[in-house]
Structures are given as C-alpha cells and as structure tokens.
C-alpha cells in the first residue's frame, strides 16, 4: 500500500482506506465519489509538494499534497 500522493501518474489504484481530520473535506469527498474500494486514477501532480489530480468515477478532483498522504491505496492489476 501508498500514499496517493506518491502514487505514479498515470496509474490505477483502489482506494483501501483514508482519514481525514476535517470531517467536512472528508465529506464532500465522499459526496464527489472517493470511497474505500472505488478506483482512483492518477491524472497530474505538481512540483514541490503541490496539489494532486485525481480521477475518481469521471470526476477530476484536485486535492492539497497534506490531504492526498491521507489516502492509502493499492495498485489495481488490469
């Protein structure tokens, strides 16, 4: 298991767990389809510990580096 924010761009995993401390992030995460076991893609990451963006069922979410090392998950085998 990784962090999404070490995760390779480009790549598929399975979210398998996350714990956030705001629980209103973590909501409206839930709210835009981020739960354990649905398939999240990685589409950008920026440079120096910047935002990460995500695919997550068709939605592209863009989340802060601190946020995104609170998500851990598998990498998912085509």
């Known amino acids: 298991m990784l962090h999404a924010a070490n995760a390779e761009i480009g790549s ?3 979210v398998k767990s996350f714990s956030f401390d705001n629980p209103v992030l973590q909501h409206r995460l839930n709210a835009l389809g981020l739960s354990v076991g649905s398939v999240l ?8 510990k910047g935002p990460c963006v995500f ?6 979410i863009c989340i802060r ?5 609170k ?7 085509d």
Do not use: P, W
């Open 12 to 14: 598929t995993y399975f």
């Open 71 to 77: 998500i851990m998950l598998e990498a998912a085998h």
């Open 41 to 48: 893609k990685v589409q950008r990451k920026s440079l120096f």
């Open 65 to 69: 580096n601190c946020d995104a090392c």
């Open 55 to 60: 695919d997550i069922e068709g939605q592209h």
